[in-house]
């Protein structure tokens, strides 16, 4: 079970460029990295999801490089409401009666000042 | 507004008791998942339901339970409550039966606050 490593806060200031790394050392052949974002008291919402180089929608960029042992969540100008908790997942493509497959891990809390 | 719904918002009870939590998933997803998120402990997966049947289980307690019913939406049931079982409990949902493409992903529930007194 590959679980990750982030930092556990970080702090920006509007219309910077925000980058939080998640450390995945032990990722498998057959495992994406998802991320997620949280805002208190409501459910994780899905951002990006990528298996490997890069992979950008409209609201994100994930960087991942060859080894695989790392990715990068990217956001562009973030804003006040980019304030909340994001989550690293690494995840397998198959998941039938595997277990405990759905690591969350503790995630990084990124505070947007004015 | 990610189209999974959860009921009660909230839920206030007593330890010892027994309380029964309800999702519905997103039209046409057929995967129910559990989480809860307690203050100390993050967010934990807790089983994952499949068209009624159960495919994958996290950290759940013996003393909880979950089914997923023929109209797909789920329940969980908690019993013997302690006040440690205070916590956040998500629900989501996906098509797929757990991942067999990439474009699996889980949508969120606004989630059922139980506080056990």
């Not at chain 1, 925000?18 to 459910?43: E, K, L, M, R």
């Not at chain 1, 006040?80 to 497959?101: E, G, H, M, Q």
Request: include cysteine; glycine fraction near 6%.
């Amino acid at each position: 079970l590959a679980k990750t490593t982030q930092p556990i806060s970080m702090d920006s200031y509007e219309g910077q460029e925000v980058n939080i790394t998640c450390s995945h050392n032990n990722i498998a052949t057959n495992d994406y990295i998802t991320w997620y974002q949280q805002f208190p008291s409501q459910g994780p919402r899905f951002i990006i999801q990528g298996y490997k180089t890069k992979v950008t929608n409209e609201v994100a960029s994930l960087f991942i490089p060859a080894d695989r042992k790392s990715s990068t969540l990217s956001l562009p100008r973030v804003s006040l409401s980019d304030t909340a908790v994001y989550y690293c997942l690494v995840r397998p493509i198959v998941l039938v009666y595997n277990f405990n497959k759905f690591y969350f891990g503790s995630g990084t809390k990124l505070n947007v000042k004015p | 507004d990610s189209g999974v719904t959860q009921t009660p918002k909230h839920l206030i009870t007593a330890t010892g008791q027994r309380v029964t939590l309800r999702c519905s998933p997103r039209s046409g997803d057929l995967s129910v998942y559990w989480y809860q998120q307690s203050l100390d402990q993050g967010l934990q997966f807790l089983i994952q339901y499949y068209n009624g049947e159960e495919r994958a289980k996290g950290n759940i307690l013996e003393r909880f339970s979950a089914q997923q019913f023929p109209d797909l939406h789920s329940e969980l049931n908690l019993s013997s409550l302690e006040l440690g079982d205070s916590a956040l409990y998500f629900c989501a949902s996906s098509v797929y039966p757990g991942g067999s493409t990439s474009t699996d992903t889980q949508y969120f529930g606004p989630g059922t606050r139980l506080t056990v007194l």
